[in-house]
Nanobody, 119 residues
Framework: QVQLVESGGGLVQAGDSLRLSCAASGIPFSTYRMGWFRQAPGKEREFVASIRRSDSTLLYADSVKGRFSISRDNGLNMVYLQMNSLKAEDTAVYFC????????????WGQGTQVTVSS
């Protein structure tokens, strides 16, 4: 059974930092691209960042470039999202996702963790 479990969300003030974690199980983690997405109230889910299995290619949404950093630990089956200089517009539910090699869409999703940034 595949599980992606996010943690680390919370309520912070603008300018603060948070680190989200995602623990994966049930998949050969090191072979999957891992991504973070978010969904704000009344908006569609949007891409935030992704990291390839080899850790050689990182992708970020323009809105978070220079502030967020994605990383992974293949030994622990973990993926992280370090979020710095948080803004009110970063408020959303953040989801971890996993995509197998060659797939167009993400195969597995976590349940999400709430991040709220007060201005």
């Amino acid at each position: 059974q595949v599980q992606l479990v996010e943690s680390g969300g919370g309520l912070v003030q603008a300018g603060d930092s948070l680190r989200l974690s995602c623990a994966a199980s049930g998949i050969p983690f090191s072979t999957y691209r891992m991504g973070w997405f978010r969904q704000a109230p009344g908006k569609e889910r949007e891409f935030v960042a992704s990291i390839r299995r080899s850790d050689s290619t990182l992708l970020y949404a323009d809105s978070v470039k220079g502030r967020f950093s994605i990383s992974r630990d293949n030994g622990l089956n973990m993926v992280y999202l370090q979020m710095n200089s948080l803004k009110a517009e970063d408020t959303a539910v953040y989801f971890c996702a996993a995509k197998n090699y060659g797939r167009q869409e993400y195969d597995y999703w976590g349940q999400g963790t709430q991040v709220t940034v007060s201005s």
